[in-house]
């Protein structure tokens, strides 16, 4: 099992950037997947970002592409999401998600069922 924790989250304002990350610690493997997604409220949770711990593979979502930026670090076992010109639909609570067991090579990086492990989420706000 791998435990995770996000940080990062707070308030802004629109047009603003923000950067959440992700530490990761337990069962830690090179070939794990690390994502993000969000939720807000009354909605699906939805993909934003992935990325490969030792390819460095990036995958998003059509709606963050140009402004977000995934990466890790690998040292400190941490994953980043910088987050630029952020909008009001961008306001969620932000979960990153381990894949440790490979399926989201076989079933994708946007699919939340291919992760194993979750954080407890960090809230962004993003004011008008």
């Known amino acids: 099992q791998v435990q995770l924790v996000e940080s990062g989250g707070g308030l802004v304002q629109t047009g603003d950037s923000l950067r959440l990350s992700c530490a990761a610690s337990?069962?830690?493997?090179?070939?794990?997947?690390i994502g993000w997604f969000r939720q807000a409220p009354g909605k699906e949770r939805e993909f934003v970002a992935a990325?490969?711990?030792?390819?460095?593979?990036?995958y998003y979502a059509d709606s963050v592409k140009g402004r977000f930026t995934i990466s890790r670090d690998n040292a400190k076992n941490t994953v980043y999401l910088q987050m630029n010109s952020l909008k009001p639909e961008d306001a969620a609570v932000y979960y990153c998600a381990a894949d440790t067991y490979g399926r989201t090579g076989r079933y994708g990086s946007s699919r939340a069922t291919s992760y194993n492990d979750w954080g407890q989420g960090t809230q962004v706000t993003v004011s008008s």
């Open positions: 990325i490969g711990w030792s390819t460095g593979s990036r």
């Open positions: 337990g069962r830690t493997f090179s070939n794990n997947v």
